[in-house]
């Protein structure tokens, strides 16, 4: 028989399926984690650690403490009363506890004879029938001498459903062993002290001094500080390479954008506002330049972003080119496409729509327009990046709200534009973040902001309420829905899964469909196809269901100005920005609409500084700013909130003061030492340069 050929020589870039206890399956969970090579597993670092190092007696147990107790079974029996449960009490010299179990499988209470050592982990809590833990993880033996304890801290990692921690712990040993037989995690990286790469990854994966548990929780242990250092610096290496590189090229120069903000602003039953007018003089600089744009635009929910990008849009058509504006969902893309066509239609302009939804005629058509370089304007989703869609002659691209559209895809732009020059981008956020923050989150784009909102705007009136009464919300949207007004309800759970948000979601659907059976309720979760998402939304836009309930998909852009009232689950744990994301979606109508916030009672102090917050303003940097202030350091927020999602442990709010440190290092080392960049925006970047030489 052939022998099979030797697998090839482990490295960091090998895939992690060659890892031995990697089948398909975990390979596949790996990658919804975003771990694809070895090296990305190493880079998945720890969310937090626990203890496993000491057994700690019964009677010293502090209420809700996490930790190792070993002790000998009294007694266990099944219980079927409020709920089956596996109930089992345990002795110590110091005392005795109840563990609980509610899953469980029935060879489990013989394994858990009278007599037998248990050695488990978990959280006590001190409850009326004494200390209890609820499904601790623990083993089994004949002896207390059987059992071992861990000699260091045990990792727990970010994981998703069906990926437990122990598995998750023996791929990231194998990675380590991988990572040190290779030469480049050993060098040190100039201008960064601290440990070398490998030496800081060990001490994360594994740390063993004792102090280390507290330094860790706060992002202050020396090895952590040498890995953010390294990947603020490779995001900004990667940044600003970026920039450099589309700057590089020629882009066409587009002039007169006055003229079109005239003639647009000829249709329109009221005037730009100051801001909108400021911010179009910054773009109608960057056009008539012979490079390309690179231009951020951060305005509030409701600033009139669109009116702004139709400006620049126009001025490209009449200088002869193609302008295209791209928006995350199929829905917001029709929604813009049908401003734009009354905006356009009495200018002569032609407004193609090009999305998945097209029927293949339809599509055809519409392709071969755009191939043949007529001018006009192009509304589409991320189907527009498809190979086979040529713009003849674009010459300018508008992304709306950006955090949904990756570096790459907007590097891959390059190529998509009129022989030989480059697209000019406008990039469109309603995260306002404020602007030092924004400087370096997109250190490859300038910023203008729209800091006003258009005149005679009602406020969204907003109330904090606790979850206890939960009927009266429920009757205050029957009378909404009954003046013919349409109602969010948005359900958010944090720090859990997709399906987990999906089933809240489902399970108050059917609560609000027993509550209000006289309304038509629409459901939309993370969970669903989706085109299942885009008919939901779609029915709620027409009116066909008065009621829509929904888990965070919702937040970005959809119009629908009917809607006048919405409920936000678990108000106290969502970040404040995102919160005025989502209150965005009403207020958007005539009439006054409000917010109600539900939460979980007790509220801590600064949960209710937060919701009060809320209440007080309806300024989204105001809100922004201030949610950076309440927040803590060493609080994993924000990434989101920023747009930076590709960071693996680095926060721009909480490291904000290391990253000005790394700012001229990256001019430096992107001038002076261009391997050593390319390295660090490979390993932490990912596959950045498949687009272009560092
Ligand atoms: P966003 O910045 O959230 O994208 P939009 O561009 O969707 O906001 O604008 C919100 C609404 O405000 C739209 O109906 C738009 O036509 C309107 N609008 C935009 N600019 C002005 C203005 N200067 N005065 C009055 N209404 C405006
Ligand atoms: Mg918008």
Same mark, same amino acid.
């Given at each position: 028989m052939p022998k099979k050929p030797a697998p090839p020589p482990l490295t960091l870039e090998t895939a992690v399926t060659f890892l031995k206890g990697c089948g398909p399956q975990v390979a596949q969970r790996l /990658?919804?984690?975003?771990?694809?090579?070895?090296?990305?597993?190493?880079?998945h670092l720890p969310s937090r650690y626990e203890d496993r190092r000491h057994c700690t007696t019964f009677s010293a147990w502090a209420d809700g403490a996490e930790g190792v107790f070993r002790a000998r079974v009294l007694h266990s029996e099944v219980r079927f009363a409020p709920r089956r449960s596996l109930r089992v009490l345990v002795e110590d010299d110091s005392g005795t506890a109840l563990l609980r179990l509610f899953h469980f499988h029935p060879n489990q209470q013989t394994l858990l004879a009278p007599g037998r050592w248990v050695q488990g982990f978990g959280t006590g809590r001190i409850t009326r029938e004494g200390l209890t833990f609820v499904h601790p993880t623990f083993e089994v033996a004949d002896s207390a001498d059987a059992f071992v304890l861990e000699p260091h801290l045990t990792p727990v990692y970010p994981t998703t459903q069906g990926l437990a921690q122990p598995r998750l712990r023996s791929l990231v040993e194998r990675a380590l062993a991988v990572a040190a037989e290779d030469a480049a995690f050993q060098q040190p990286v100039p201008g960064i002290d601290g440990p070398e790469t490998l030496? *800081?990854?060990?001490?994360?994966?594994?740390?063993? /001094?004792?102090? *280390?548990?507290?330094?860790? /929780?706060?992002?202050?242990?020396?090895?952590?500080r040498r890995l953010i250092d390294e990947e603020l610096l490779a995001h900004q290496l990667s940044l600003r390479w970026l920039r450099r590189t589309l700057q590089q090229r020629p882009a066409p120069a587009i002039g007169a954008l006055a003229e079109a903000q005239t003639a647009l602003s000829a249709g329109l039953p009221f005037a730009l506002t100051g801001a909108q007018q400021r911010v179009l003089t910054e773009i109608g600089h960057d056009l008539e330049q012979r490079r390309p744009m690179l231009r951020l635009v951060q305005g509030d929910v409701g600033a009139g972003k669109t009116l702004v990008a139709a400006v620049a849009m126009l001025a490209a058509v009449r200088a002869g080119f193609q302008a295209a504006l791209? *928006?995350?969902? !199929?829905?917001?893309?029709?929604?813009? /496409?049908?401003?734009?066509?009354?905006w356009f239609a009495p200018l002569g302009i032609e407004v193609t729509l090009l999305t998945g939804r097209l029927r293949k005629k339809e599509r055809d058509a519409a392709l071969a327009q755009l191939q043949a370089g007529h001018s006009g304007v192009l509304v589409g989703t991320h189907a527009l990046f498809q190979d086979e869609v040529r713009l003849a002659r674009l010459g300018l691209l508008v992304i709306d709200e950006q955090h949904r559209f990756g570096v790459q895809q907007r590097l891959a732009l390059r190529d998509k534009g009129p022989e030989g020059l480059t697209p000019h981008q406008l990039i469109m956020s309603a995260t306002p973040i404020p602007r030092t923050l924004a400087q370096t989150v997109h250190a490859d784009l300038d910023i203008s902001v729209i800091d006003e909102l258009p005149p005679g705007r009602t406020p969204v009136r907003t109330v904090a309420m606790s979850n206890s009464r939960r009927s009266e919300v429920f009757a205050r949207i029957g009378e909404v829905c009954a003046q013919g007004r349409q109602a969010y309800w948005v359900c958010t759970l944090v720090e859990v899964s997709d399906q987990l948000e999906a089933q809240a979601a489902e399970e108050t659907a059917a609560q609000l469909r027993e509550a209000l059976p006289q309304l038509q309720v629409g459901l939309v979760h993370g969970r669903m196809r989706g085109e299942d998402k885009e008919a939901q939304m779609r029915a709620f836009k027409e009116g066909r269901t008065q009621l829509l309930v929904a888990?965070?998909?919702?937040?970005?852009?959809?119009?629908?100005?009917? *809607?006048?009232?919405?409920?936000? !689950?678990n108000a106290e744990r969502l970040g404040l920005s995102q919160l005025h994301q989502l209150r965005g979606r009403v207020g958007r109508g005539s009439v006054e609409s409000q917010?109600?916030?539900?939460?979980?009672?007790?509220?801590?102090?600064m949960a209710r500084a937060r919701l009060g917050v809320m209440r007080q303003s309806n300024d989204g940097f105001v809100i922004a700013r201030t949610d950076l202030e309440l927040r803590g350091p060493g609080e994993l927020l924000g990434r989101r909130q920023t747009g930076l999602v590709g960071l693996k442990i680095a926060d721009p709010v909480r490291d904000a003061a290391r990253v000005a440190r790394l700012q001229p290092l990256a001019d430096e080392l992107l001038a002076s030492a261009p391997t050593v960049a390319r390295r660090l925006i490979r390993r932490w970047v990912g596959d950045f340069d498949r687009y272009g030489q560092v």
């Open positions: /990658a919804q984690l975003g771990i694809e090579t070895v090296a990305d597993l190493l880079l030496a *800081a990854l060990n001490q994360l994966h594994r740390p063993t /001094a004792d102090d *280390a548990i507290v330094a860790l /929780a706060r992002f202050e242990h020396p090895a952590q791209m *928006a995350p969902t !199929e829905l917001l893309a029709e929604q813009h /496409a049908r401003s734009f066509q009354t888990t965070t998909v919702i937040e970005v852009g959809v119009d629908v100005p009917n *809607a006048s009232i919405m409920i936000i !689950e917010c109600v916030l539900l939460y979980q009672p007790p509220l801590s102090e």
